[in-house]
């Protein structure tokens, strides 16, 4: 519903708050039937799940959307059995780590009606999602509905139609039934706002889910959705999905429509963002950006990129090369994160068919200063003025990267010499990239090249709340324009991950990350799920998903009692 209450009728921003929220829980209050008092919490929110929904619920909400898929086109599971489940569990999910900005129940319920009918009718599903529902980021426009992208200045604002990528959805049968938590200036790795509050980690309450689609990975975490949208400038898909142990890709930009979202910096093309899906299976995110591209968003939307979903065998007949990056040069990961990355390797190098090599970081502090700057082009004029113009507080981390010290107001000539800086970067990579061959083919191009990174999601493990600073792990591949997925290893073991590993630190940011080890240790972290990334090439985006899904059968991922 479009908001009434804004700075523009006259409310302070306390106001505004107010009604937002008080819409917020009249949407809850909508889910049939109604949750019951909930138990005490622990840190980890997932045991409240069994005790409160039924054993059907559970099962359908903890099925992967393959399996979906099959249940609803033969009619085992009728869609509106589906989306009473999901909304159950979406506000179950919201009641304990506030993921939702509202849920779409009328709505929902009436498209799954309607798919229900259709297939009765017809005899067959309407298209490959038929009934899966989707949770949608905010700040992804809906037809009639708030679009604030975590500003207060910006509530009130509405979409005159639904987002090019939620049409595509529509018209293959996808339910859309709830709308999830972004941070303020959406250029958070955590999901803090005026509007909502904070997003808090499902595995750990004292942790952040990631952001900025941050409401997404709690709430696709929790397993209050099965495959969720989110968007992605600086791991903002990746993040989320990292620390709330789901799988989460950020595709190569240009190839997924991008029209009908809102952001204060919309139009910048110098760092470029990415639109792509969170699952808790590799299959859904697949689907996902099959199903899109098999539509030919192009026809509609000029400025992606003309070419079909790739099905070629990457690596028949020959042995998957991946290449290992242990740490960026910069900062320093946890203890955690280098050891699912040496369980990782160890199991992969006892395989004939795959190769494992080191990848040495490339000037990664370079890539840092160089998107650091890009990112507000304009010295941070539009993001300072949407939080400015209501009044309302500025979170800690926005003011992190708003008021970055490579920040600057730039000239025509000055931004187009640092996208140079930034392009000459990118050839010296491709070229790092290159050297990585063993033999030059009878056409000029190198062979044998490494085909996958293999790397760390992130510094750490999910970072305590205010802390996550450190982009590097994931804002690498933005400034490279890389396709990125991200996948569940293990979880954080106290006897594994109890190491009094003295350590000197290399820079500011290394120190601070390292002191937060020191502070918390495993004890802070305990059964948090630690993620790992799988990196391409530009464009090479099916490339990643083929050796994850090559790497993910040969060694077993995640690993054995991983939830």
Known sequence: MSAIVTIASGASWQEVVADRQKHRDATLAEVEPTLPSLPPVSLNTLPIAKAVLTADEIKITESVVEKLVVQLAEGQLSATT????????????????????????????????????????????????????????????????????????????????????????????AVFYVRTTQPQSLMHLETSSNICGVTTNPFNTTLTPGGSSGGEGALVGFRGSCLGIGTDIGGSIRSPAA??????????????????????????????????????????????????????????????????????????????????????????????????????VGKLKLDENVEVVEWKPYKHDLAWQIIANLYFADGGIAATKAIDSSGEPWRPLSHHIIKNPHVEAHTVLSLHQMIVKRNTYRTEYASHWNSTATSTGSNGEPEGMVDVILCPAGPGVAPKLDTAKWWGYTSQWNVLDYPALIFPVDKVDVEKDRIDEKYEPRNDWDKENWGFWEKYGAEGYKETPISLQIVGRRYEDEKVVQAFSIIQKKIGLPFAGYL
């Open 243 to 344: 620390n709330c142990g789901v799988y989460g890709m950020k595709p190569t930009s240009g190839r997924l429509p991008m029209e009908g979202l809102i952001a204060a910096e919309a139009g910048a093309e110098h760092i470029v963002p990415t639109i792509g899906p969170l699952s808790t299976s590799l299959e859904g995110c697949k689907l996902f950006i099959k199903t899109i591209i098999d539509a030919k968003p192009w026809f509609k939307e000029p400025s992606l990129l003309p070419f079909p979903w790739k099905e070629e065998d990457f690596f028949e007949g020959r042995k998957l090369k991946v290449a290992v990056l242990w740490d960026d040069g910069v900062v320093k990961p946890h203890p955690p994160v280098t050891r699912a990355l040496k369980q990782v």
């Open 82 to 173: 589906v989306i009473k489940a999901f909304l159950r569990r979406a506000a179950l999910a919201q009641k304990l780590t506030n993921c939702v900005t509202e849920l779409l129940s009328s709505r929902a319920l009436e498209r799954a009606a309607y798919l229900d009918d259709y297939l009765k009718s017809n005899g067959k599903p309407i298209g490959p999602l038929h009934g899966i529902p989707i949770s949608i980021k905010e700040h992804i426009g809906m037809k009639t509905l708030d679009l604030n992208g975590g500003y207060i200045s910006f509530v009130g604002i509405t979409s005159t139609e639904d987002a090019h990528i939620l049409q595509i959805l529509w018209k293959v049968g």
